[in-house]
């Protein structure tokens, strides 16, 4: 062979070498970038979901991020790993008109159902019957327990805040006690309106009402809790109607000396503390773990074997007590967060 | 050349004389004073203990909740700026020190001191942003409050499980660290440590505005900036120092409310920028810049703690309570309005 032919094939076969080095390692880093990336393993998983057809459900609260929610939340997410399926939960803080745009939003994703709480069920009416046009089912939890069939729900899941309230005013009464307070820390919230008159129904004696600041400030809503004992001095039963303003009517009674009998409503590690150590004498616990957990539960038996529940009636998840007697055992549950 | 007479005898004709009376309508205080003065002979008159030391007690406790960062929003205010994240930032240094002390098991005192230095950071990141982009201070400042709200619940809810931090006073040194920034004192009537605090920074910052330099670029720069940059006042700086001073004090008041507590809720603080404002211009502080004063905010605070305390003190509903504070707080910045128009007027 000639050296000029010697070199040409040398040429042709470094040159083939290089550019078959570019053409097939282009090749190979392009395809093993692709794959790695999110956007192709995200659509892989997108399609074994379709093919699986994963249930999912939206819940929306009225909640504010607060201690009670949060264990609501709990439930939720708990119901959703134990059934297989994906939910989602936000909260409107209060806001009835954001619920319904929150809801608006969550029917846009189709959900096969949706949970929500109905403080306030005229606003969120509208919301709910395009939901159910659209074949979502809807089942209400918390509060709402007298229009959930209005709205078109299957079921309630929650506690008749009037029984509660009513359960918690004869306890107080049962102590003896003649002038019950009542600390509100939301205002024109309904369910808190029906433990008041579910509370004054059973105390026999003289009711009074404190609309304090609230739990984004417990400092401040202390100090108004105690302005009102120092105020009136004949006041001795303090009923509180969330856990931090439990705790808040117990620092405000210890200030001004007061042996005010205190109850409270749902429960916080710090509650339970002070049931044990005779500060608060009882929770009334209406179990929200369950009120996150039963309407997933209730959804997907619908969805899967059109099973229906409470037979037409709601499903009460309390009153359930918590006091001296039971408060060890509890406490241990609460502080994972899910009493 | 001062002409000398029996009467007065180092009066120099030149200068016209403003009588003392006139002098003191002048002040920014005074419509606040009178305010005040107001505020504390209503509730005095519809409520029984009110004027005791036992309401002296809660309706301070409740100023200081307020006054203790109504004073350096002021000061932000006179320089011109506003800080709307300075509520929400009580509640996130308040985080901070709990999960210091409760996860990792920090010694208080450093934990305290990493907080407040958060609280420099923060405040620098503001004034960087606004003096930066040039952008109003209303709208960088609501951006970080947006922020800090979605931390703060975010965050906790993802390290605890729950939207709480609890057990602060497990942490070693919080007795001392208690008793000095969280404690009550003169039992029965427990006024809040917090209280001499806030008495504290309002005659620091009363010193600063009116007898130092910087006092004075704080005016410069709120009145006129770019008239204070020709002049040399360095206004990038004392803009930014007054941000990380506000942001700093809202760090001390939320290590303090968690020192109380011994706890501290994700919401902490949402909803008190307002407040904060509103006591400033309550106080004389105009919403333009150049012109206030830290006493009359104060005083302005004390308006507002007195509000809030009076009501449960009187017996009225307190469904009415944001009514009355309305009603009071129009009441008082009109009165403050009406007096300044007749000191201006009245400067003969």
């Known amino acids: ?339 | 050349m001062a002409i000398e007479s029996a009467r007065h005898p180092t009066r120099d004709e030149r200068v016209a004389y403003v009588g003392l009376l006139a002098r003191l309508f002048q002040r920014p205080e005074i419509g606040s004073l009178v305010g005040v003065v107001a505020v504390f002979v209503l509730f005095t008159s519809t409520a029984t203990g009110f004027a005791e030391l036992d309401g002296f007690a809660r309706w301070t406790d409740e100023a200081s909740n307020i006054g203790i960062m109504a004073v350096p929003v002021a000061l932000l205010m006179i320089g011109g700026e506003f800080d709307l994240s300075a509520g929400v930032m009580t509640g996130s240094a308040g985080l901070l020190l709990g999960y210091l002390v409760t996860h990792p098991d920090w010694n208080i005192w450093p934990a305290i001191l990493v907080v407040l230095l958060f609280g420099m950071l923060v405040g620098l990141i503001n004034g960087v942003l606004v003096m930066k982009t040039r952008l109003p201070s209303f709208i960088v400042t609501l951006g970080t409050f947006f922020s800090l709200e979605g931390l703060n619940l975010g965050l906790t809810s993802h390290v605890t499980g729950t939207v709480y931090i609890s057990d602060v006073d497990a942490a070693h040194g919080y007795g001392l660290a208690r008793t000095i920034l969280g404690s009550s004192f003169w039992s029965p009537y427990d006024f809040q440590t917090r209280v001499i605090w806030w008495v504290g920074i309002t005659l620091v910052a009363t010193w600063v505005l009116m007898r130092t330099r910087f006092g004075n670029w704080i005016f410069a720069v709120g009145g006129d900036a770019t008239a204070a940059r020709n002049v040399g006042v360095p206004v990038l700086r004392t803009k930014i120092a007054l941000f990380m001073t506000t942001s700093t004090m809202a760090a001390l008041l939320g290590i303090m409310i968690t020192m109380q507590l011994r706890s501290i809720q994700a919401g902490q603080g949402i909803g008190r920028e307002f407040e904060f404002i509103i006591a400033a211009v309550v106080g004389g502080c105009l919403l333009t810049g150049g012109y206030g004063s830290a006493i009359g905010t104060s005083i302005g605070a004390l308006i507002m703690g007195m509000a809030t305390i009076g009501i449960p003190f009187s017996g009225w509903n307190s469904n009415y309570r944001s009514l009355f504070l309305g009603i009071i707080l129009l009441l008082a910045v009109l009165l403050n309005a009406a007096i300044r128009q007749q000191a201006v007027r009245s400067r003969r």
């Open chain 1, 1 to 339: 062979m000639s050296e000029r032919d010697e070199l040409k094939i040398l040429e042709e076969a470094e040159g083939l070498s290089r550019r078959d080095l570019i053409v097939k390692g282009g090749i190979v880093t392009a395809g093993a970038s692709l794959l790695g990336s999110p956007a192709v393993a995200a659509a892989a998983v997108k399609r074994s979901a379709r093919a699986d057809k994963k249930l999912s459900y939206a819940v929306i609260t009225h909640g504010a991020g607060d201690v009670f929610w949060a264990v609501v939340k709990k439930g939720v997410a708990k119901a959703a790993s134990d059934l297989g399926v994906s939910t989602t939960y936000s909260e409107s803080f209060n806001k009835p008109d954001k619920q319904a745009q929150l809801i608006d939003t969550a029917v846009a994703r189709k959900p096969n159902g949706i949970a929500v709480s109905a403080p306030n069920a005229s606003a969120i009416k509208d919301s709910l019957r395009r939901a159910e046009k659209a074949g979502i089912i809807v089942i209400t939890l918390n509060s709402g327990v007298d229009q959930f069939k209005q709205l078109g729900a299957l079921t309630h899941v929650g506690q008749t805040e009037n029984i509660a309230g009513a359960g918690a005013g004869q306890r107080l009464a049962a102590t003896g006690a003649k002038h019950l307070l009542v600390i509100f820390h939301e205002a024109a919230n309904i369910g808190l309106e029906q433990r008041f008159a579910g509370a004054k129904s059973t105390f026999k004696g003289k009711v009074s009402r404190i609309l304090v600041k609230g739990v984004t400030d417990v400092a401040t809503s202390t100090n108004e809790i105690r302005t009102k004992l120092q105020a009136d001095k004949s006041i001795d039963a303090i009923l509180a109607l969330n856990p931090q303003m439990g705790i808040a009517a117990r620092d405000a009674a210890k200030g001004v000396k007061s042996k005010a009998k205190i109850g409270t409503f749902d429960l916080s590690s710090d509650v339970i503390k002070a049931i044990q150590r005779g500060q608060v004498l009882f929770a009334v616990d209406q179990q929200q773990y369950e009120q996150g957990y039963l309407p997933i539960v209730f959804m997907y038996l619908y969805n899967t074997n059109l099973n229906t529940v409470g037979g037409g009636k709601p499903v009460l998840t309390g009153p359930g007590f918590v006091d001296k007697s039971n408060a060890a055992k509890v406490s241990a549950l609460a502080k994972k967060g899910t009493r």
